[in-house]
């Protein structure tokens, strides 16, 4: 163990080189500056390279191709640089290539707040291209799990041959805490599968039984094609309908079958028995734990779920956890885009909202106000 007083964005950058990332492209940009500092820095130390690009979707498409060359990269950008990295993000989703993705949510729209925290980027990291696909998005709330979310993120990333988006906010961002990192040789670090079939017979895009395709990398023996349109299993286009159908079941059953993989979250709960469950992501889930405290002095047990995992959504989780609830209060920076999830999973009846969109995080004192206003709610 090694004991730090680190930045959120520090640990981004530390947890990136500590699973073996050797490539980081990108364009700095506020609340994300300090992981592109600290990867020019650090990078070069262990071998890797920096690379500062013109722009976002010049670093995306960087990131793309040296992961295709084998290495692991990542970048790492605010609301509008993430608006711009959408299109390429659609090309690694569709050639299927491990990356990853950091965004640190500012106070929007467009160039909005640059230096004020929000959380309103969660529908656009699921839905922020064009074209049916699935990504895995995980969320960190402290230091310390900026550092293990990244490397989380690279280990999925690897496993499922799909870019991952690290999704956090200015607060956890710009926090600073003490943190005792692990020793780098208990750190697990997962690798891509590699083909072990002969060139010749190599199918860059033939999944084995688990769904996922073995990836070669450029500039070995396998050679191999890799195209933003309709392929097959060679890789070459294809565009009838069979292989398409296929194609893009695929690429969300190749994630939806190992939700016991990719699903993480905590849970603050009280005791084995709770009324009113709250639910939160990122910089949400420390006031509201400090509030469900504040709550049990005025009669009302409170427990808190951490959504770690936002995409795929963890419907079964959302909703097993709300029956054992009288009531459900989501918190988020926002106008209300986690409560539509939340209400798909349990039931419109029995889910409330708290949000807040003036670039400013929630006080204790604000959740603690809602929580008494949903409890009462559910008793009249």
Same mark, same amino acid.
């Given at each position: 163990?090694?004991?730090?007083?680190?930045?959120?964005?520090?640990?981004?950058?530390?947890? !990136?080189? $500590?699973?073996? /990332? @050797?490539?980081?492209?990108?364009?700095?940009?506020?609340?994300?500056?300090?992981? /592109?500092?600290?990867?020019?820095?650090?990078?070069?130390?262990?071998?890797?390279?920096?690379?500062?690009?013109?722009?976002?979707? !010049?670093?995306?498409?960087?990131?793309?191709?040296?992961?295709?060359?084998?290495?692991?990269?990542?970048?790492?950008?605010?609301?509008?640089?993430?608006?711009?990295?959408?299109?390429?993000?659609?090309?690694?989703?569709?050639? +299927?290539?491990? *990356?990853? &993705?950091?965004?640190?949510?500012?106070?929007?729209?467009?160039?909005?707040?640059?230096?004020?925290?929000?959380? !309103?980027?969660?529908?656009?990291?699921?839905?922020?291209?064009?074209?049916?696909?699935?990504?895995? *998005?995980?969320? =960190?709330?402290?230091?310390?799990?900026?550092?293990?979310?990244?490397?989380?993120?690279?280990?999925?990333? +690897?496993?499922?041959?799909?870019? &991952?988006?690290?999704?956090?906010?200015?607060?956890?961002?710009?926090?600073?805490?003490?943190?005792?990192?692990?020793?780098?040789?208990?750190?697990?670090?997962?690798?891509?599968?590699?083909?072990? *079939?002969?060139?010749?017979?190599?199918?860059?895009?033939?999944?084995?039984?688990?769904?996922?395709? =073995?990836?070669?990398?450029?500039?070995?023996?396998?050679?191999?094609? $890799?195209?933003?349109?309709?392929?097959?299993?060679?890789?070459?286009?294809?565009?009838?309908?069979?292989?398409?159908?296929?194609?893009?079941? @695929?690429?969300?059953?190749?994630?939806?079958?190992?939700?016991?993989?990719?699903?993480?979250?905590?849970?603050?709960?009280?005791?084995?028995?709770?009324?009113?469950?709250?639910?939160?992501?990122?910089?949400?889930? @420390?006031?509201?734990? /400090?509030?469900?405290?504040?709550?049990?002095?005025?009669?009302?047990?409170?427990?808190?779920?951490?959504?770690?995992?936002?995409?795929?959504?963890?419907?079964?989780?959302?909703?097993?956890? !709300?029956?054992?609830?009288?009531? &459900?209060?989501? *918190? +988020?920076?926002?106008?209300?885009?986690?409560?539509?999830?939340?209400?798909?999973?349990?039931?419109?009846?029995?889910?409330?909202?708290?949000?807040? /969109?003036?670039?400013?995080?929630?006080?204790?004192?604000?959740?603690?106000? @809602?929580?008494? +206003?949903?409890?009462?709610? $559910?008793?009249?």
């Amino acid at each position: 163990m090694m004991q730090l007083f680190m930045q959120g964005n520090e640990a981004i950058a530390e947890g !990136a080189i $500590a699973c073996g /990332a @050797r490539f980081y492209a990108g364009y700095p940009i506020t609340p994300s500056s300090e992981i /592109a500092e600290v990867a020019s820095r650090r990078l070069p130390q262990v071998g890797g390279v920096y690379l500062q690009m013109e722009d976002e979707l !010049a670093s995306m498409a960087a990131i793309i191709g040296a992961s295709l060359s084998g290495v692991k990269s990542f970048t790492a950008t605010s609301g509008p640089g993430f608006s711009l990295m959408q299109e390429n993000l659609g090309v690694a989703v569709m050639e +299927e290539v491990p *990356c990853v &993705v950091v965004d640190v949510q500012r106070s929007g729209p467009s160039t909005g707040l640059a230096t004020k925290p929000a959380q !309103a980027d969660l529908m656009q990291a699921r839905w922020g291209r064009h074209g049916d696909q699935a990504v895995i *998005c995980l969320s =960190p709330a402290t230091v310390r799990e900026c550092f293990d979310l990244t490397i989380e993120a690279f280990n999925l990333s +690897e496993r499922f041959r799909v870019p &991952v988006i690290l999704l956090a906010d200015e607060i956890v961002a710009h926090m600073r805490e003490n943190v005792e990192l692990p020793d780098p040789s208990s750190i697990k670090v997962v690798d891509r599968k590699l083909p072990t *079939c002969p060139p010749e017979e190599y199918l860059p895009f033939k999944p084995d039984p688990d769904g996922v395709p =073995p990836l070669a990398y450029y500039g070995s023996e396998y050679i191999f094609h $890799a195209t933003s349109s309709m392929h097959g299993e060679r890789g070459y286009s294809q565009n009838d309908p069979e292989n398409a159908a296929k194609k893009i079941e @695929r690429l969300f059953s190749k994630l939806t079958r190992h939700m016991d993989e990719i699903v993480h979250f905590k849970r603050y709960y009280p005791g084995d028995e709770f009324d009113l469950l709250i639910i939160t992501f990122g910089a949400t889930t @420390r006031p509201a734990r /400090a509030a469900a405290q504040r709550a049990k002095g005025e009669g009302i047990r409170a427990g808190v779920l951490q959504l770690i995992t936002l995409w795929p959504f963890p419907e079964e989780l959302v909703e097993k956890e !709300a029956r054992r609830a009288s009531s &459900v209060l989501v *918190c +988020e920076l926002n106008l209300g885009q986690l409560v539509h999830e939340v209400k798909r999973a349990a039931g419109k009846d029995k889910v409330f909202g708290l949000h807040k /969109a003036n670039g400013e995080g929630f006080t204790p004192k604000e959740i603690l106000s @809602r929580i008494k +206003e949903v409890a009462g709610s $559910a008793q009249a």
